[in-house]
């Protein structure tokens, strides 16, 4: 499965971004979608999940109430909603797959695909 993360760009505090996650030939079902963040000089943390089911999604303690993942069955596409956005939101943020979901999250060793990233800048 290869992963697209898009969406990124450069924007002030408290502006608001989408990003996209797909995986061109598949519908992504089956698999739980987490979004990963790498800021520079730190380890890359997880920012957000949803289950292959999407009954159950997961939020980092530094994005919850201004992140929301989604997905949208028809498009193929899982969505992270990025509001009220920070200058520490500012990292390359990648997008990965667990087939059937993991239990390991936010250990991203519970991913099974990853995708490349894409650049979020928030800054003034």
């Known amino acids: 499965v290869q992963l697209q993360a898009s969406g990124g760009g450069f924007v002030q505090p408290g502006g608001s971004l989408r990003l996209s996650c797909v995986a061109p030939g598949s519908t992504l079902q089956d698999y739980a979608i987490g979004w990963f963040r790498q ?14 089911d999407d009954a159950t999604t997961v939020y980092a303690d530094s994005v919850k109430g201004r992140f929301t993942i ?3 069955i028809a498009k193929y596409t899982v969505y992270l909603q990025m509001n009220m956005l920070r200058p520490e939101d500012t990292g390359v943020y990648y997008c990965a797959a667990a087939f059937g979901g993991t239990r390991q999250w936010p250990n991203e060793r519970g991913m099974d695909f990853w995708g490349k990233g894409t ?5 003034s």
């Open 39 to 52: 800021a520079p000089g730190k380890e890359r943390e997880g920012v957000s999940y949803i289950s292959e």
């Open 70 to 72: 989604s997905r949208d």
């Open 119 to 123: 650049q979020v800048t928030v800054s």
